[in-house]
């Protein structure tokens, strides 16, 4: 008998299928495209299911406490510390909620982490990864704890209840692809460029949806609300309706101690309202490209270099030129080409961030920066060739990071607020403050930094080396170019898709021309299995964050709040526009924030209104004035690297990893080719001279000791020498950390890398309880009992439909015992009955003058049934009918 499913298969049962379904050549659903998009890495998918387990716990005591008391919980009735610090450490959120280990070595001083954790020492948690995103204002949740707005039938808000996010898409945001206003000044890489720096910033999880932990029903087949669940309603009429009842939405997954768990929190009387995790570090640190834990920036390093590169893809290239490697994991959701053979699969491509698949434009930015990384990494070698891998890679990550920073503030932030918001909310650098939180805001990722959506344009582009449509590679609708890297690769290369996206204007965002049908009804169809809505998606995850009202940032960031519809007028011209806000929303006060910034009159020379210049001013200046490590601080780079920093533009990055030779000037800045592009040889580059090093006369302890399955950074402070080690992932070191030159040798034995044995690790299993851990050199491997195998994640054990080997086997030993046991008893009475009746047959065999047949002439029925005279027989079956001998042998 099968032993009984493992907890929690369930809930991952429904991956293995897809997978399979995959292998197959099937193609998902939109909404399970988006979830496998948003990809949870392992650090990732534990805070967020310890917070869901903890949120379970807790909201499990909230309901035994108010059966007890028959009321609502009161102060008096709050848990004690010791047994909420046990409740926090067996769900697993203990470790997040706890301050990092901050060491401080030259390494840690020299080069960020690759979390963002200790960044700023005094509060080393400000802008780490798997952190809760910052509160700029107190959220409005409907119960003020964790329901979002339009959680609860019937609430009113401001005396009205709030309209149906698909409504607002319908009548006030969707426009056909026809209607589309060009932005006559931007190309449109200023919106790409866009995209990419917000998933440098901020990838909020999505719940893991895991029934049998909370209780909750599958979010891709309710239209319920019920946890994680926030399904988007449809409404009469509405163009969904005629297919489908809801589009499905996952919650985001809440932060540790937030929320329903906060209520207990000790003996206090303060809630904590829900908080939202942000897995990526919030700084401008190039996580598109290194990721931001160590785990998966140990995937994207080739560690067999002395280089300090970065993977590439070694199944393709582009004319020479690397393509990003692909996931680990197979099959991905990423379309297949439809005239490919079966067999041939192009997967999703990895970088540091798990959406760069989503459309092909991302995918180029993120190539571009694979190649460069490389292309900068081989020429510090060259400059340094006594740097270690690990110094190699870690000064090429820094100028890497330093590039983002420059193009972002100087080139993009201004065009996008324009220059006086920029002059009041940014202004020049002025230095490092520790007393700066920089961690990106809820109110920036979920709704300001989203104005972008607006400016997407239906078509896509791809041009010849004349800059013009080439009948081989012709427009393409948005639709077409999402999750398809097999389009990059056997369709061009980068190059064609490169001159598009220069030569091509952005959409500009009119108050009635938002957002157009390839977003609103066409979002990640990659067949004809549905589709999703982003105008509705970017609403809907306000009202899930519980983000205050469009009147309550305008008071935040000092404009007058607008209580009547005249008022409204004064920010926004369209006056139809105005109409149906309020015939929507009856109310100012009630209008989602999102909508009331993209639909404000858009600043001089800038792409977004007062509101959004405000809120994107003010995350800028953060994000610069709260990183330890921003370039322009003296203590992160010379006087002379700072000056070639400045040379860099993202024209230069496109000239030294294409095949194009003329670009713009301002990549940012439409041009019509030839006029307005400049030759590459033009184009300002960096002297990387700037960063060769000499070896100084003082270095009497000669080149540190090379470690295996690790490396080491050198470094001279103050005059003293040291070496700090490092080991890679999976592995401890075992012995000093940091050594020192002193008297002419170092002051310790180089330490040495030894294996983890993560399967020891008690408190945070590297693999899920119903599978089984196995330890390997410098990582583990999980296993499953037959017939279990391991689902996509690669630690959970799904049931694999088949009986296992060991049912197998005693099936086949109880068929052959049965077999065995007839054949015997058979044999038995076939013994016992051929004796009984030889007598008869004797009788009859010496009244017609024969022999009796012989004991061993009856090896079985039927071949007595053929040795023995068939006279002998027919005479028995005639005389006795009932005979034991014929009954035996017929």
């Not at 840690?108 to 700029?136: E, F, M, Q, V």
């Not at 790409?192 to 909370?214: C, E, K, M, R």
Request: net charge neutral.
């Amino acid at each position: 008998m099968a032993a009984p499913a493992p907890p929690l298969v369930s809930a991952h049962l429904h991956r293995h299928k897809q997978q399979r379904f995959l292998q197959k050549g099937g193609t998902m659903a939109p909404a399970r495209v988006l979830a496998s998009s948003k990809y949870q890495e392992q650090e990732t998918r534990a805070v967020s299911q310890a917070a869901e387990r903890m949120e379970a716990s807790m909201q499990n005591l909230k309901e035994k406490l108010y059966q007890k008391h028959k009321r609502s919980l009161l102060p008096s009735d709050l848990l004690p510390t010791d047994l909420l610090t046990t409740i926090a450490r067996v769900s697993g959120c203990l470790p997040y909620m706890l301050p990092p280990k901050c060491p401080d070595n030259c390494m840690t001083r020299k080069y960020r982490h690759i979390t963002g954790a200790c960044n700023n020492r005094d509060h080393p948690r400000w802008g780490a990864s798997n952190t809760a995103l910052a509160r700029w204002l107190p959220p409005a949740y409907e119960d003020g704890i964790s329901q979002p707005k339009g959680w609860n039938p019937g609430f009113l808000h401001n005396g009205f209840p709030l309209p149906k996010v698909r409504e607002v898409t319908e009548k006030i945001i969707e426009a056909a692809n026809e209607d589309v206003t060009n932005d006559e000044l931007h190309s449109d890489l200023i919106v790409v460029w866009g995209q990419y720096i917000d998933h440098d910033l901020a990838f909020t999880p999505q719940s893991i949806n895991q029934p049998s932990v909370l209780g909750e029903t599958d979010c891709l087949r309710t239209c319920e609300n019920q946890n994680p669940c926030f399904p988007i309603q449809v409404f009469a009429n509405d163009t969904f309706s005629m297919s489908m009842d809801c589009l499905p939405f996952y919650r985001s997954s809440p932060a540790c101690a937030t929320g329903s768990q906060g209520v207990l929190l000790g003996n206090e009387s303060a809630i904590y309202p829900r908080q939202q995790i942000n897995s990526l570090s919030s700084f401008l640190d190039a996580s598109t490209v290194y990721s931001s834990t160590a785990a998966v920036e140990n995937r994207l390093r080739n560690l067999t270099s002395e280089e300090g590169l970065l993977r590439i893809n070694m199944q393709h290239s582009d004319n020479g030129w690397a393509y990003l490697p692909f996931v680990d994991q197979v099959p991905s959701p990423c379309a297949q080409d439809p005239k490919a053979d079966k067999g041939e699969r192009i997967e999703c491509f990895m970088a540091g961030d798990s959406r760069s698949s989503e459309v092909i434009s991302l995918a180029t930015i993120h190539t571009l920066w694979l190649r460069e990384h490389n292309h900068l990494a081989k020429a510090l070698k060259s400059l340094n060739p006594q740097w270690s891998s690990e110094t190699v890679y870690q000064e090429t990550r820094k100028i890497v990071g330093a590039l983002h920073q420059i193009i972002t503030i100087r080139d993009y932030v201004p065009k996008v607020i324009g220059p006086d918001a920029f002059n009041k909310y940014i202004g020049p650098y002025k230095g490092y403050s520790h007393s700066i939180n920089p961690t990106v805001a809820n109110v920036f990722a979920t709704a300001a930094f989203r104005f972008a959506h607006t400016a997407i344009h239906p078509v896509i582009k791809r041009l010849n080396a004349a800059y013009e449509s080439d009948p081989n590679l012709p427009n393409l609708w948005l639709h077409e170019v999402f999750f398809t890297p097999w389009r990059l690769i056997k369709e061009g290369g980068l190059d064609p898709w490169l001159r598009g996206i220069l030569a091509t204007a952005a959409k500009l965002q009119v108050q009635d021309q938002l957002m157009n049908e390839e977003l609103t009804r066409k979002l990640f169809i990659l067949s004809n299995n549905g589709s999703l809505d982003l105008a509705s998606l970017d609403l809907q995850r306000g009202r899930d964050h519980g983000l205050p009202g469009y009147n309550d940032w305008r008071e935040f960031c000092g404009l007058p709040r607008l209580r009547t519809e005249t008022d409204l007028t004064t920010t926004i011209t369209k006056r139809k526009v105005v109409e149906k806000i309020m015939e929507l929303y009856s109310n100012p006060n009630n209008i989602d924030v999102w909508l009331g910034g993209i639909v404000e009159n858009i600043l001089p020379d800038a792409r977004t209104g007062p509101l959004f210049a405000c809120i994107i001013g003010k995350q800028m200046k953060a994000l610069r004035d709260g990183d330890r490590f921003w370039w322009e601080n003296a203590n992160v780079f010379t006087e002379a690297q700072r000056r070639e920093l400045r040379k860099y533009s993202l024209s230069r990055l496109i000239c030294d990893n294409t095949g194009l030779t003329a670009v713009p000037h301002d990549a940012f800045i439409l041009a019509n080719f030839p006029k307005g592009f400049e030759r590459c040889d033009n184009i300002p580059s960096i002297n990387l001279e700037a960063w060769q090093e000499t070896l100084q006369p003082a270095l009497t302890c000669g080149l540190p000791t090379r470690i295996e399955h690790g490396d080491f950074v050198h470094c001279s402070e103050a005059g003293q020498s040291m070496v700090t080690y490092s080991c890679h992932q999976g592995y401890k070191l075992q012995g000093e950390e940091q050594l020192y030159c002193s008297k002419g040798g170092w002051n310790s034995e180089p330490p040495v890398c030894q294996d983890i044995n993560e399967c020891e690790n008690k408190s945070n299993p590297p693999c899920h309880s119903s599978a089984k851990c196995g330890n390997t050199k410098g990582s583990f491997h999980c296993f499953c009992t037959d017939p279990y195998v391991l689902a996509k994640d690669g630690k959970t054990c799904t049931d694999s439909g088949r009986l296992s080997k060991g049912a197998v086997g005693s099936i086949i030993l109880g068929v052959i015992l049965f077999i065995c046991l007839t054949v015997s008893s058979w044999f038995v009475i076939c013994r016992w009955w051929s004796y009984s009746s030889r007598s008869s047959i004797n009788s009859y065999a010496l009244k017609d003058g024969r022999d009796p047949p012989a004991e061993g002439d009856c090896k079985n029925c039927y071949e007595m049934n053929r040795s023995q005279s068939n006279t002998v027989l027919k005479s028995l079956d005639k005389e006795h009918p009932n005979s034991p001998g014929i009954l035996l042998c017929m």
